[in-house]
């Protein structure tokens, strides 16, 4: 062997060793699928057999293509299993906020949409001038979802035990996308927000207070109800770096996310934290709150800054370059993806690969996806 391959093997054991102290208990794999299991190997960085790989197609993306996507997704049974032809609704109405017009969530906050099948933008902040927290009113967790009612919960843990009984994961989540810090500029709106945390004003503090608490008091119901694992979403970044520098971060962001992810941790249920933008800076802080898998973006935080903040210390679902998609030819996505598996691969585990599929996207592009992440990932038949 030569010296070279001796060193990158060495280094490969002290970057999973280092991540050991970050993994917390292991989760059983007794009476699992098998893709439960190997979706666990990777997690837990225990040798999985293959690399799980998933490719999400907007709906704006069905509506534009029809039938020309679906005979993609045929194509590609490993990718989309139990997909039927026939089964899809290329005009879905669904997700309130892919629909035309504009709403009010449970928090006050007014979303609107031009284009049906993206998502909505928010337009209103009903804490934008501080004195109308006297008179706002929070949502209540366990009877308040963002757009409705929550879930009967006798209907949450059901669905529990029957995932469990299939061989799957009792999966909760995701939770409303942008539950922490999003929340809190959604509120106030971005500008105040940034504002009030260079000032430290103490109203800030009472804000983050109650978005925190309705966050903590459903994360304990789902956790008394049998979740086994959890799943987050909060946009932490911006296009180059984080929106507040990493001190600020630490100390008005991350006690919350200690005080809400901890309690998954500390009960041994694996966090799942899909976050746009660049995070690098804050990855250490991010497992200590008990992110056991992170859905980080390469184009913001690149091979390179992810190899040395997270491979081998927490399990990555890499989020594909979707600003590249549109713009490359299938070579180049090609290469792209092949430069994201190799440079963030370990034979121990920790990697998965996602693409997600704008409607601005080329067919032969999405096929250039799905076939490069089959033959890379080597997904099991359905």
Known sequence: MTRCRRDARAHRRQECDASAQHRGSML????????????????????????????????????RHREALEEIVLAHPRLFPGYEEGSKDFDPAGDPLC?????????????????????????????EDWAALETWRPPEPLRDAEFGPQPEWRKVAERF????????????????????????????????????LAAEDERI???????ERYNVTLIDKHLDLGAEHMSFGDDL????????????WRKFIKPSYEAMLGRCRDRGVPVYLHTD???LEIIPDLIEAGVRVLNPQIGANGIEGLKGAARGKVAMNVDLDRQLFPFATPTEIEDHIGAVYEGLYLEEGGLMLFAEIEPDVPLE?????????????NPPAP
């Open 99 to 127: 629909e035309i017009g504009e709403r009010t969530d449970c928090w006050g906050v007014t979303w609107k949409n031009i284009e049906r099948g993206l998502s909505s933008l928010v337009v209103g902040h009903p804490i």
């Open 205 to 211: 503090h009472e804000l983050i207070r109650v978005v």
């Open 277 to 279: 933008g660049h995070v």
């Open 237 to 248: 970044g911006m296009q180059h770096s984080l929106p507040m520098s990493p001190a600020t």
């Open 28 to 63: 059983s794999y007794e009476g699992r699928n098998a893709r439960t299991v190997n979706q666990l190997k990777v997690i837990q960085f225990d040798h999985p057999e293959w690399t799980p790989c998933g490719v999400s197609l907007m709906p704006a993306t069905w509506m």
């Open 161 to 196: 035990e029957r995932a469990k009984e299939q061989g799957g994961l009792a999966s909760a989540g995701p939770f409303q996308h942008g539950f922490f810090y999003m929340r809190l500029y959604y509120l106030r709106g971005f500008e105040n927000f940034m504002m009030d």
């Open 365 to 377: 592009n999405v096929e250039a996806v799905c076939s490069t992440l089959e033959r890379l990932c």
